[in-house]
């Protein structure tokens, strides 16, 4: 346990967007950062004091980091597990290499989030094709496919609505093990950010509502349109995963609500989360200070919420609109997180929106032209 003070370095391991907002949280109160990313442009390297260029599994760039780095954190899960124990040995890794171990795979996950005492959907778990077709008897029909590692943005999935069609999942187990969970028929999608310190003390974020399109979030509605009680199990459910994994740093854990107010885990993500953006304008303690006051071994703080907020993703496509309908709206925070090429789909920034009427926000953003086509 140590204690991370302004002036010294945190190196961070991945440059995407999670990052540069961990990076910018970090420089505000006078932090030094490096980041390791395999780009030459990424995100996080604009902004960052020292750029290391490689693989994230390059064992050299790894110590390179550990030698300039104070404390060393991470922006996304799929980083190689062996490296970052070894990394862990000889720098200081506060949040551990374990954490990653059990959330870059979904078997792992399952398995920890029951052991935490958690709800989950039905779920089996197989190595190959034929393990599966012996299993699925169990989970029944409709059902999802999940590789156990790598995907995101619902890539590495499929839904399967009949043995029928089961054969369709064939080609997921190129990439990795699988499991297959029970089709969940929700009626909201929502997220805890939970943080923790080095103390133990730990504190949940406003909860979010999460809106997907073609399984990519959308939007996020804080707080949450859900009843106390749905909130005080969600809040329960998250503090009892975080606890069961001695969790330092950031744990964001995604929810299923049920019509019957029930909560069900879908899975978790080891670091800040695209639900909790919001918190950069709408609370007292953005995910990303939190994070870095975790990390850094400093105490953390309850966060309270200023108003209720509406983030939204802008995605390649959106760019060009937005840039066109800043001018329109005082009131939108826009961050761009400087990516070269707007791709279709690809993550290029987000706007949040702090308001005292949600419904006229929403409404105010349908009819928008930047993520609608008029
Ligand atoms: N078992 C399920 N039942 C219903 N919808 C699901 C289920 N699993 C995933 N989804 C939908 O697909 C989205 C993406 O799945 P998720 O497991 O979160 O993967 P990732 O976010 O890593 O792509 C979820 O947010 C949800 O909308
Ligand atoms: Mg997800």
Redesign the pocket.
Same mark, same amino acid.
């Given at each position: 346990m140590k204690t991370i003070l302004p002036g010294q370095t945190i190196g961070i391991i991945g440059g995407g967007q999670l990052g540069r907002m961990m990076g910018l949280a970090a420089k505000e109160a006078g932090f030094r950062i490096a980041v390791l990313d395999p780009t030459e442009d990424s995100p996080c390297g604009q902004i960052a004091d020292y750029k290391i260029v490689a693989a994230y599994d390059d064992e050299t760039a790894l110590n390179e980091l550990a030698k300039m780095s104070d404390v060393i954190t991470f922006e996304f899960e799929n980083i190689d597990y062996e490296g970052l124990k070894k990394l862990s040995e000889k720098a200081y890794v506060p949040q551990g290499a374990d954490l990653i171990r059990i959330t870059q795979n979904?078997i792992n996950e399952k398995t920890e989030i029951t052991a935490a005492g958690a709800p989950v959907?039905p779920y089996v778990s197989a190595d190959s094709f034929e393990e599966l077709e012996r299993k699925i008897e169990k989970v029944g029909f409709p059902?999802?496919v =999940?590789t156990a590692f790598g @995907?995101?943005? @619902?890539? @590495?999935?499929m =839904?399967i609505d009949s043995m029928d069609q089961l054969e369709e999942a064939r080609s997921l187990f190129e990439h990795s093990s699988c499991i297959a $969970?029970? &089709?969940?028929? &929700?009626t909201k $999608?929502v997220s805890v950010i939970i943080q923790r310190g080095v103390d133990g003390q730990s504190y949940c974020l406003p909860i979010a509502e /999460?809106i997907?399109k073609d399984?990519i979030l959308h939007e996020s509605i804080v707080p949450a349109r859900i009843n106390a009680g749905v909130t005080e199990k969600a809040i329960e459910a998250a503090e009892k995963i975080a606890n069961h994994l001695e969790l330092i740093g950031t744990l964001a854990v $995604?929810m &299923?609500v049920l019509t019957d107010g029930n909560i069900l885990i /879908? $899975?978790l993500a080891p670091r800040p989360h695209n639900s909790g953006h919001y918190s950069i304008e709408a609370c007292n303690v953005s995910q990303f200070h939190q994070h870095v006051r975790a990390v850094c071994g400093w105490p953390l703080r309850e966060p309270k919420l200023w108003a209720p907020s509406i983030m939204v993703n802008v995605l390649g496509e959106h760019v060009e609109p937005l840039q066109k309908e800043i001018g329109s709206y005082p009131d939108w925070s826009i961050h761009l997180y400087g990516k070269a090429e707007a791709k279709e789909k690809r993550k290029m920034g987000h706007v949040t929106i702090m308001t005292d009427d949600l419904k006229k926000t929403l409404e105010e953003i349908e009819a928008s032209t930047v993520w609608f086509n008029k």
């Open positions: 979904r959907a059902c999802v =999940k @995907g995101y943005d @619902g890539k @590495g999935q =839904k $969970e029970a &089709f969940v028929p &929700f $999608e /999460n997907h399984h $995604e &299923f /879908n $899975e």
